[in-house]
């Protein structure tokens, strides 16, 4: 049943908030700090950057939120603007007030924040779950997306996920301690080590109840619906679900779509991989800016 996000308590929230400075005050360029207000509540977000181009809006994955794009964010947005929210119902400096029932409230709540921030079209990019929201919103609202691409996607957005993945995650949930969490992150993205400072913030998150509705498998239907430029980069060492059967799909089924295997990375292709695959992704952009500026 859906649910509002929220922390256990006061003092949850305190020791979270600041882990969440700590990261946030080494952000490496200047940026402006905006509230937008949806129907779901209030949403955080980060604007850096500028230029003529449509802007970016990044989408973190699970449990994630707007700190992870610190690694790139230089590189993204040297010249266009970039948006970082954090996403309403998970850990961040978002207030979640009312239920996120599905990908359709995601998708209305993307269009609500849009709305609030006066962009009517932005390029769109999800990593992991983010991907499977970013997905959501290109189901729902491809006319406000120049682009929309998908770093990595989580296991169940284009077919079942695996059911050792599932039950690692069972796992994980029930007992999640520091310990079983520096494991879990291990096996998910052996190329990318946490510094102690990301390490205690997703460690104060795990006093958040999460309020974003879990995968759910983007059916054939709503493939189809898709009429936004898409970029799908996978990891060829994945362990979240086997890419090749992801990519055939998406293929099969959105037959204008970029997709990639990328060799030698898995789960944790942004950062195991970023000297290619952040290229990839601003060609791919300036590229259908391109086509967007045409009569």
Same mark, same amino acid.
């Given at each position: ?64 939120? +707007?700190?992870? $794009?610190?690694?790139? *964010?230089? %590189?993204?947005?040297?010249? #266009? &603007?970039?948006?970082?929210?954090? =996403? ?122 999460? +309020?974003?509705? $879990?995968?759910?498998? *983007?059916? %054939?239907?709503?493939?189809? #619906? &898709?009429?936004?430029?898409?970029? =799908? ?63």
């Amino acid at each position: 049943m859906p649910r509002i996000g929220q922390f256990e308590n006061d003092e949850a929230r305190d020791e979270f908030v600041r882990a969440y400075d700590t990261l946030a005050a080494q952000w490496p360029l200047p940026s402006t700090e905006i509230d937008v207000e949806t129907s779901f509540g209030t949403t955080y977000v980060r604007r850096s950057g500028s230029g003529d181009g449509a802007p970016l809006l990044l989408v973190p994955g699970i449990s994630g939120n +707007g700190q992870i $794009w610190a690694p790139f *964010i230089e %590189d993204l947005c040297r010249d #266009r &603007v970039a948006y970082t929210p954090d =996403v309403i119902g998970w850990a961040g400096r978002s207030t979640q007030t009312a239920p996120l029932a599905d990908g359709a409230d995601l998708a209305r709540w993307m269009a609500e924040l849009l709305d609030g921030l006066g962009e009517e079209r932005i390029h769109l990019a999800g990593n992991s779950m983010g991907a499977w929201i970013s997905m959501n919103i290109a189901v729902h609202h491809s006319e406000r997306l120049a682009s929309v691409t998908l770093f990595e996607p989580g296991g169940a957005t284009f077919a079942r996920p695996r059911v050792s993945v599932l039950l690692k995650f069972l796992l994980m949930g029930i007992r999640p301690t520091p310990e079983r969490l520096r494991k879990f992150h291990k096996w998910m993205m052996p190329g990318y080590e946490h510094t102690d400072e990301e390490f205690a913030m997703i460690v104060a998150g795990l006093k958040y109840r999460m +309020g974003v509705p $879990w995968e759910r498998t *983007i059916t %054939d239907d709503e493939l189809a #619906r &898709v009429s936004a430029p898409l970029l =799908v980069l996978f990891g060829a060492e994945t362990i979240t679900n086997n890419p090749e059967i992801q990519a055939a799909r998406v293929r099969k089924h959105i037959p204008s779509a970029d997709v990639e295997i990328q060799p030698g990375v898995g789960h944790d292709l942004l950062w195991a991989n970023p000297d290619q695959v952040i290229p990839r992704f601003l060609s791919f952009v300036e590229r259908h800016d391109r086509i967007e500026d045409q009569p």
